[in-house]
């Protein structure tokens, strides 16, 4: 008895063993599946790590690329001789004053002929000209008066270039380019004038003096020197020029370049007194002339540019526009 007592009792044992094992095969596989379940996840971050794909956003470090060539390369197609806005297509029509003198165009052996490109703002022309794309004989010149290419309104030509000082009040009928050339006002007198050798401003307050009408020559008369008697308007610088040969007026005020021509073909027994130092508000540019809104002004100013950038323009400023001999300044 006391036998099978102890029989049964280890049988029981034995039993309850074997359920351990079971319970522990069932927990460990949960663990394990979780497990499992965790690595693979942890692997897939690493996949998400693998952007560098993102970071290989080098595509990024390509944009200098799209930045360098697209606004450059967009302005350059626009400007072709197909796209620009021309009154007569595949033609630059370029007007000038007339007569149009040296220095600006023709010289001794061309006078007032822009088609032998002789002269700065002829030579000028042909150069814009051929950096955007026409040939020499696309480029065709048309006259009109100072004053009448500044009214309001369409025009017939391009551009115009005959020295046009860009100031606030014309700008806001017409559009300029930007300035291609800047100069200071200087007085022309007779040799052996009282007013030949004149230092200052204050000296010229007697003076009679006269101007083309609708220039900064006539504003520099009005505004700096302000002589005691009104100075004689004129409706061209030939007109100026006549009256001074006819002794209307006893002196007469331009651009220095100008004031060159007027004393070696102009005026008889002329000189340059003096170059003013002072500036009657801004300094006096240059610019080319255009109907106002004309887009035709972008395409012109990146040629100028260009010729600027390369020395093209002050070759041209050192051919026509330098003279020989220092020219006093009149100060005040």
Not at 11 to 16: K, Q, S
Not at 113 to 121: A, C, I, L, V
Not at 268 to 283: K, L, M, R, S, W
Not at 290 to 303: Q, T
């Amino acid at each position: 008895m006391k036998r099978l007592t102890l029989l049964l009792l280890a049988l029981a044992l034995l039993a309850a063993g074997c359920g351990d094992d079971d319970g522990g095969a069932t927990d460990a596989p949960d663990t394990t599946a979780a497990a499992t379940t965790d690595a693979p996840d942890t692997t897939a971050a690493a996949d998400t790590t693998v952007a560098p794909e993102t970071t290989a956003a080098p595509d990024t470090t390509a944009t200098p690329d799209t930045t360098a060539a697209p606004d450059t390369t967009a302005a350059a197609a626009g400007c072709t001789v197909d796209n620009l806005n021309l009154v007569t297509p595949s033609t630059l029509t370029v007007a000038t004053g007339d007569p149009a003198f040296p220095p600006w165009v023709g010289d001794d052996d061309n006078f007032d002929d822009p088609t032998s490109k002789t002269g700065f703002e002829a030579a000028l022309v042909y150069e814009i000209a051929n950096e955007l794309g026409f040939s020499d004989d696309q480029v065709v010149w048309t006259r009109i008066g100072f004053n009448e290419a500044i009214a309001p309104g369409p025009k017939d030509w391009d551009f115009n270039i005959q020295q046009y000082s860009i100031t606030p009040e014309r700008d806001e009928v017409v559009d300029f380019s930007n300035p291609y050339y800047t100069t200071r006002q200087a007085l022309v007198v007779k040799a052996g004038s009282e007013y030949e050798s004149v230092t200052t401003v204050e000296e010229l307050k007697g003076a009679k003096l006269g101007a083309q009408i609708g220039t900064t020559s006539l504003d520099f008369i009005e505004e700096v020197i302000q002589p005691d008697e009104q100075p004689n308007v004129y409706d061209e610088n030939v007109d100026v020029e006549a009256a001074m040969n006819a002794g209307q007026i006893e002196g007469l005020v331009v651009d220095l370049p100008t004031a060159y021509f007027v004393v070696a073909a102009q005026v008889t027994d002329g000189v340059i007194a003096g170059q003013f130092e002072a500036e009657a508000a801004e300094p006096d540019n240059f610019g080319m002339l255009f109907a106002d809104g004309n887009p035709l002004v972008e395409c012109v100013n990146e040629a100028l540019e260009a010729i600027r950038a390369d020395g093209r323009l002050q070759t041209l400023e050192d051919t026509w526009l330098t003279q020989d001999g220092a020219i006093p300044i009149i100060t005040g």
